[in-house]
């Protein structure tokens, strides 16, 4: 029986070299192969800020295997979904497979933004008093636990865990469980998600809700259900 071994090795802009040995029962090599993975090259920036009702036109995506130009066998989705009148982040995907049937594929992010907004409420908070889980008629208030918000751009922030710490700071399940993902601050202060993910789990929200940012106190509160539980996370400066 002839034992296959797969060995890959990624190198810059997901290029790729994938060495496939044939051992025969004598354990000598009998055969070896060097597959090349599509490397891509954006063309533009990674991440584009379109202000909202701007026509967005994609300036494309080059690729190459092994130096040579192979840009026609791209395949582009999330253009289509771009929708310019609507503040958010959408993603165009460039993806292709190379001759061994090896697929790669790199990620376009375009924020479609208001600029009139310019509140800027990124920053180092901790959840405060009034944070709580919501568990079958149970509250547990977990105040004290930190959380980062970003600013990518006019209106659009990251959050590192908008479940204000539960999961992986208070329970220490780490990283994982923080729920990562993006509000929105709109122009009467009210917040809105765009995004919000658990990878340790898989799996998202189902429910955002009463989310507001008070400039007096500086103070942003939100309501997310998650998992059949309510959050009730107030974040502090």
Do not use: H
């Not at 701007?54 to 690729?63: E, H, I, N, S, V």
């Amino acid at each position: 029986m002839k034992k296959i071994t797969f060995i890959y090795s990624f190198l810059l802009c997901m290029t790729a070299l994938t060495l496939a040995s044939c051992n025969d029962d004598d354990g000598q090599m009998t055969d070896t192969k060097i597959t090349y993975y599509m490397a891509f090259e954006i063309q533009g920036d990674e991440f584009v800020q379109v202000p909202i009702g701007t026509p967005y036109t994609d300036q494309g995506c080059k690729a190459t295997i092994n130096g040579q130009d192979c840009t026609s066998r791209i395949k582009t989705t999330g253009v289509e979904t771009i929708n310019v009148n609507k503040a958010g982040l959408y993603y165009i995907t460039y993806s292709g497979v190379n001759d061994d049937g090896y697929g790669t594929s790199v990620t376009r992010t375009v924020a479609v933004c208001d600029p009139a907004i310019t509140t800027d409420i990124s920053g180092a908070y901790k959840t405060a008093e009034g944070t709580y889980r919501l568990r079958e008629g149970a509250t547990t208030a977990y105040p004290g636990w930190g959380v980062t918000i970003r600013r990518d751009a006019p209106g659009i922030f990251y959050v590192s865990d908008i479940l204000g710490g539960y999961y992986s700071l208070r329970a220490a399940y780490g990283d994982s469980y923080a729920m990562k993902g993006y509000i929105q601050l709109l122009a009467d202060n009210s917040l809105e998600i765009i995004s919000g993910d658990v990878a340790g789990w898989g799996d998202s929200f189902t429910d955002f809700k009463d989310g507001k940012y008070d400039p007096a106190t500086k103070q942003l509160s939100w309501c997310v259900t998650y998992a059949g539980m309510d959050f009730y996370v107030v974040l502090a400066l």
